[in-house]
């Protein structure tokens, strides 16, 4: 019997496909697990290897530390799109939200304000972004890929994409029970203000607002703005910075990678919001690590990964990672990020803090007296030698590693 040959055509390629995908991990590990015979999700497996099979240095119970945006709801609006990730898809994110937000050409994040501060980096594509600050200055700035803004709690402020493309970005709050369904929009307020104090307020006739929306535009089609000099000559300047441009920084370069730092030293507005814009080689690791001041929430852009969580009391849990999905990791829980994937790993870490702090391991035990690390750690001989001589006292955040198997 012969298929017709479009079904013949799609057979031959499902089976090109299932023969190019590599297999479904099962959860075993030597002579410890088994096979799984019930319903699976191969495709969700593949992308999660490390959590069918843990490596055996896992432990306990620890909470969930993953989300993919892949998993959020997606609002749609006219000529654009808001997903987030706060403490209800994510209940670890506690201290931070993050919303991955897209505006086409033209369009229009409406103008409005929050109860929490707001920090933001740029996927791709170009915006315009204007705030204003507390003693009437205002701020009008034009922003592309790997550029930053940060808005203070309540400051007013409104994006608009530009250029062929428009804008994807993603934001992040100071608080992880927030909403972008909860802000406070100039529509809205204004739709609920009666029209004789409109009318007042602004000193015109009351038909002026006959045209006024009844409900939130939230994301709508704008025009053309004109130019980034012409729309500076409307109003009052304002002598603060609210930008940054975080990818023109000069990384710290490393054997393994590469790190850019962004906080309230170098981004003095940043009161709340610490990041660093992190790449790591292929087959290479971000160090064995901690931060003591604040969770990490992090935003893989690249690449994909492999995190162990260590959480005390022998209680570790190990996570793989891609473009695209969030971790959390809470404060002092000690972790490294494995690059396990072909290329580059590129990823975001932000911390709801002024400064960013960490606490490198091999710094630690290279500052610390040889004698007392060697009896902590059972070296002796040439074990001794070999571990002493390779530590570094400097903090190497990325270093060349061969690739690791549990």
Not at 373 to 395: D, I, P, Q
Request: aromatic fraction near 10%; charge should be negative; include cysteine.
């Amino acid at each position: 019997m012969h298929l017709p040959d479009v079904e013949q055509k799609r057979s031959i390629l499902d089976d090109r496909r299932a023969a190019t995908k590599p297999p479904v991990p099962q959860p075993r590990r030597g002579k410890y697990g088994n096979d799984i015979l019930g319903p699976t999700n191969p495709d969700r497996a593949r992308q999660v290897p490390d959590m069918i099979r843990p490596p055996k240095t896992d432990g306990g119970k620890l909470a969930n530390m993953k989300w993919s945006f892949t998993d959020s709801h997606m609002r749609l609006e006219e000529g654009g799109w808001a997903r987030e990730t706060t403490v209800r898809e994510l209940p670890t994110s506690v201290e931070l939200a993050g919303v991955n937000m897209r505006l086409g050409p033209g369009v229009y994040r409406e103008l409005h304000w929050h109860n929490e501060s707001e920090w933001a980096y740029i996927i791709e594509g170009e915006c315009r972004i204007t705030v204003l600050d507390t003693n009437g200055g205002s701020f009008i700035d034009d922003l592309k890929k790997g550029d930053l803004w940060y808005f203070p709690t309540g400051f007013p402020h409104g994006i608009q994409g530009l250029g062929d493309r428009g804008v994807e970005f993603l934001l992040i709050f100071d608080d992880g029970n927030f909403s972008e369904d909860s802000t406070f929009l100039l529509t809205d307020y204004l739709a609920h203000t009666p029209v004789d104090i409109l009318a007042k307020n602004f000193r015109v006739s009351e038909d002026v607002f006959s045209t006024l929306s009844k409900r939130e535009k939230y994301i709508f089609q704008g025009s053309d703005p004109g130019t980034l000099s012409d729309a500076r000559k409307e109003v009052i300047p304002s002598k603060l910075q609210f930008t940054h441009r975080m990818l023109e920084q000069k990384p710290a370069k490393f054997p393994g990678g590469e790190v850019r730092i962004t906080d309230s030293t170098n981004f003095t507005i940043s009161k709340t919001t610490a990041a660093a814009h992190v790449v790591v080689y292929e087959g290479a690791l971000r160090e064995m690590h901690w931060h003591p001041n604040a969770d990490e929430w992090t935003f893989f852009l690249q690449g994909h990964a492999r995190v162990t969580v260590f959480a005390s009391n022998g209680v570790a849990r190990t996570f793989n990672y891609m473009a695209g999905d969030v971790a959390v990791i809470p404060k002092n829980n000690a972790h490294y990020v494995e690059n396990i994937g072909e290329g580059d790993l590129e990823f975001l870490e932000m911390f709801r803090a002024a400064r960013f702090e960490d606490f490198s391991t091999e710094q630690w035990l290279a500052q610390t007296p040889a004698l007392e690390v060697a009896e902590h750690l059972n070296l002796g001989g040439a074990r001794y030698e070999e571990f002493f001589n390779s530590l570094s006292k400097r903090k190497v955040p990325v270093k060349a590693s061969r690739r690791s198997s549990f």
